[in-house]
């Protein structure tokens, strides 16, 4: 089985930067698996954020969080990092982290092909 868990969420001021962590366990991935963040906000669909292989080749970045989100990856660690700039309040959400262990090239940002989810962390961004 395999678990999930991130952290780093919190209330932080428009403007400011969280950074969130998820770390894996349970299971070891051998096809250089995918690691993603998707967040959720109350009355809408889960969204995808940013994605990254296990050979950290190039992430993907949806449109709307190029320049203000990095992605990184510790595979010793077997943790993603989601560094999160410049927040708006419209980033208030609950983010998940997500592994893709099916896909063995290119990432895809929908929900749907990620196998295992973490709990969620709520991130809160106050005018």
């Known amino acids: 089985q395999v678990q999930l868990v991130e952290s780093g969420g919190g209330l932080v001021q428009a403007g400011g930067s969280l950074r969130l962590s998820c770390a894996a366990s349970?299971?070891?991935?051998?096809?250089?698996?995918?690691m993603g963040w998707f967040r959720q906000a109350p009355g809408k669909e889960r969204e995808p954020l940013s994605a990254?292989?296990?050979?950290?080749?190039?992430?993907y970045y949806a449109d709307y969080v190029k320049g203000r989100f990095t992605i990184t990856r510790d595979n010793a660690k077997n943790t993603v990092y989601l560094q999160m700039n410049s927040l708006k309040p419209e980033d208030t959400a609950v983010y998940y982290c997500?592994?893709?262990?099916?896909?063995?090239?290119?990432?895809?940002?929908?929900?749907?092909?990620?196998?295992?989810w973490g709990q969620g962390t709520q991130v809160t961004v106050s005018a």
């Open positions: 990254i292989r296990e050979s950290n080749s190039t992430p």
């Open positions: 349970g299971r070891t991935f051998s096809n250089n698996y995918v």
């Open positions: 997500a592994v893709d262990a099916k896909r063995g090239v290119g990432i895809s940002p929908r929900s749907s092909d990620y196998d295992y």
